[in-house]
């Protein structure tokens, strides 16, 4: 009986569930780490996506002059990436909030700044000299990393670079794998003359 209600309590539910089939509910200190970082994460978004570069005092900002200043730091340090590091911060926050994650493995931390270092040299390589918003986009990371690379390996190899940095810290950070979906998609009977 306590089987089959945990196979339909897994079956039914996202949350994550123990041995005995009970729901596990985050701790208070969890869940207020959660918000905390929620907070600040949609802080950073709001601060990101309503910047002026024309506006010094940061009257127009969402998050006021302080936001305006996050953002004038993060656009000038990694560009265009800062949104997605918002972004990640984010479902992050959401993560741990309901207890999907506890805290960043290495793996995470290191595949979340490859993500983020191929963000910048991909903005950079991709839109080059013409600033957006102000800022190059790639920030200042992304132009000193795509003018090596592309100083040693050339405009294709910078790119590939860049798209092998972003790959990485997307297997890093999910659960995805290139492998299995692959096979699962070569091995699928989806032929037609191969059914009975």
Sequence with gaps: MAKARAKKTEETSDLPVDDDGMMVVPSRGIEAL???????????????????PGDAAGRGNLVGPLGSGVARTILGGIGVAGYVVGLLGVALAG???????????????????SLMIGTCVLAQL??????????????????VLSELLRGVAGPAGAALFGVGL??????????????????????APSASWARP
């Design 95 to 113: 993560a741990t909030l309901f207890g999907r994650v506890r805290l960043p493995s290495p793996l995470a931390a290191v595949s979340a700044a």
């Design 34 to 52: 959660g918000i905390g970082m929620l907070i600040l994460a949609l802080g950073l978004c709001f601060a990101l996506f309503s910047f002026d």
């Design 166 to 187: 972003v790959l990485l810290g997307v297997i890093g950070i999910s659960n995805l794998s290139f492998s299995l979906a692959l096979c699962k998609r070569a091995f």
């Design 126 to 143: 991709v839109v080059g000299e013409p600033a957006v918003l102000g800022h190059p986009a790639g920030g200042a990371l992304g132009l």
